[in-house]
């Protein structure tokens, strides 16, 4: 298997060589081969050569089985030369649309010994999967500025929103709880009010649900989930949303399970036709970047969905376990998780727990 490999700012090149240590022992151990190619690419590359992502790099990560990929964010020396929102569509959100990774992946689970926000609430409690659209609705960069910088000006962002960007989300959905055994798939838009776009979703939900008669369907509005998200997280089992609300709704399900260092993410293009994506989303974290203080599970969990979509499910398996072992003794808990646990004794304790 050919993985690309892309750290770029911040924590994201502490967290990534940790999570190919991972990958390395888990690899041995379960006698799989593969190849890795690292690219450079992210703010700090931005600011000595003046390039984000050339289209000829997308040409060779779509070649790729798989990207890991770390952060990129902000300008890292901290003085602005680096214009706001750019590192982030040229980069991260191009990956998203030129490699047609229509689904967003991201697992919300509670594990043991992870304190969480929440009281009265245990690992049973949250086991949620959201599946966010990912190459449509206000993201796609779809608008204009009218009288810039005047006292008349005006702009607008457009919502693209197609019939076959979201019913194969909404089949993806589907699909997933089928093959996972899961009983219930929820519907998060906001019919009420976007009446045009969401219309849309709901008649597609409608009409997909049909083909899985096994499954439970139910549909909330997106305020209503980020209450219930609080309230009752075991009220959701599958959700499926669009691209603006999944962003939003996404980062709370983090919070709850632990925040964003013990949250992993997959951008898959189903298809197979070109390269899925992995992260962790905590973002570049520039704040504690190089001081090795960043929480790494959320990549092994990351590393973890790879070996899964790239057809070594005992492999991720093995990971998943021996992240939640490492987890449940506080000893090795990062400061996020409101211990002291340093990046690389995390990592060092995860590959003992899989040798």
Same mark, same amino acid.
């Given at each position: 298997? @050919? $993985?690309?490999?892309?750290?770029?700012?911040?924590?994201?090149?502490?967290?990534?060589?940790?999570?190919?240590? *991972? =990958?390395?022992?888990?690899?041995?151990?379960?006698?799989?081969?593969?190849?890795?190619?690292? /690219?450079?690419?992210?703010?700090?590359?931005?600011?000595?050569?003046?390039?984000?992502?050339?289209? %000829?790099?997308?040409?060779?990560?779509?070649?790729?089985?798989? $990207?890991?990929?770390?952060?990129?964010? !902000?300008?890292?020396?901290?003085?602005?030369?680096?214009?706001?929102?750019? $590192?982030?569509?040229?980069?991260? =959100?191009?990956?998203?649309?030129?490699?047609?990774? /229509?689904?967003?992946?991201?697992?919300?689970?509670?594990?043991?010994?992870?304190?969480?926000?929440?009281? +009265?609430?245990?690992?049973?409690?949250?086991?949620?999967?959201?599946? +966010?659209?990912?190459?449509?609705?206000? #993201?796609?960069?779809?608008?204009?500025?009218?009288?810039?910088?005047?006292? +008349?000006?005006?702009?607008?962002?457009?919502?693209? &929103?197609?019939?076959?960007? *979201?019913?194969?989300?909404?089949?993806?959905?589907?699909? #997933?709880?089928?093959?996972?055994?899961?009983?219930?798939?929820?519907?998060?838009?906001?019919?009420?009010?976007?009446? /045009?776009?969401?219309?849309?979703?709901?008649?597609?939900?409608?009409?997909?649900?049909?083909?899985?008669?096994?499954?439970?369907?139910?549909?909330?509005? *997106?305020?209503?989930?980020?209450?219930?998200?609080?309230?009752?997280?075991?009220? /959701?089992?599958? $959700?499926?949303? &669009?691209?603006?609300?999944?962003?939003?709704?996404?980062?709370?399900?983090?919070?709850?399970?632990?925040?964003?260092?013990? !949250?992993? %993410?997959?951008?898959?293009?189903?298809?197979?036709?070109?390269?899925?994506?992995?992260?962790?989303?905590?973002? %570049?974290?520039?704040?504690?970047?190089?001081?090795? @203080?960043?929480?790494?599970?959320?990549?092994?969990?990351?590393?973890?969905?790879?070996?899964?979509?790239?057809?070594?499910?005992?492999?991720?398996?093995?990971?998943?376990?021996?992240?939640?072992?490492?987890?449940?003794?506080?000893?090795?808990? &990062?400061?996020?998780?409101?211990? @002291?646990?340093?990046?690389?004794?995390?990592?060092?304790?995860?590959?003992?727990?899989?040798?």
């Amino acid at each position: 298997m @050919k $993985i690309a490999v892309m750290p770029g700012d911040g924590i994201g090149k502490e967290v990534i060589p940790q999570g190919l240590k *991972v =990958l390395a022992v888990v690899a041995k151990k379960h006698g799989f081969r593969y190849d890795t190619t690292d /690219y450079p690419f992210g703010a700090e590359h931005y600011l000595e050569t003046g390039i984000t992502l050339p289209d %000829s790099a997308i040409r060779e990560l779509a070649a790729h089985d798989a $990207i890991l990929f770390g952060a990129v964010g !902000a300008d890292p020396r901290g003085n602005a030369r680096i214009p706001q929102g750019l $590192i982030e569509t040229d980069i991260l =959100l191009k990956m998203r649309f030129e490699l047609d990774q /229509y689904v967003n992946l991201r697992p919300c689970k509670l594990l043991p010994g992870v304190p969480t926000p929440l009281a +009265r609430v245990t690992p049973a409690d949250i086991d949620i999967v959201i599946i +966010r659209e990912n190459t449509e609705g206000l #993201y796609c960069q779809q608008g204009g500025f009218l009288y810039k910088n005047t006292p +008349r000006e005006v702009t607008n962002q457009i919502e693209v &929103t197609t019939r076959h960007g *979201v019913e194969r989300c909404i089949r993806y959905a589907f699909d #997933y709880a089928r093959r996972f055994g899961r009983k219930k798939v929820t519907l998060v838009a906001k019919t009420n009010v976007l009446r /045009y776009a969401h219309s849309l979703w709901m008649r597609c939900f409608e009409e997909v649900q049909k083909d899985y008669p096994g499954i439970e369907s139910s549909y909330d509005h *997106v305020d209503a989930c980020t209450m219930f998200l609080v309230t009752n997280p075991r009220r /959701y089992d599958v $959700i499926v949303t &669009t691209n603006m609300f999944g962003d939003i709704i996404t980062d709370l399900a983090a919070a709850i399970q632990g925040g964003m260092g013990m !949250a992993a %993410s997959a951008n898959l293009n189903p298809t197979r036709e070109t390269a899925s994506m992995f992260e962790p989303v905590h973002g %570049s974290a520039p704040d504690i970047a190089g001081q090795n @203080k960043a929480n790494p599970i959320a990549t092994f969990l990351s590393v973890a969905m790879m070996l899964e979509y790239l057809h070594q499910p005992d492999a991720a398996q093995d990971i998943y376990r021996a992240c939640a072992e490492v987890v449940a003794d506080p000893k090795n808990h &990062t400061g996020d998780l409101r211990g @002291k646990a340093t990046t690389t004794q995390v990592g060092d304790a995860v590959c003992g727990k899989l040798a």
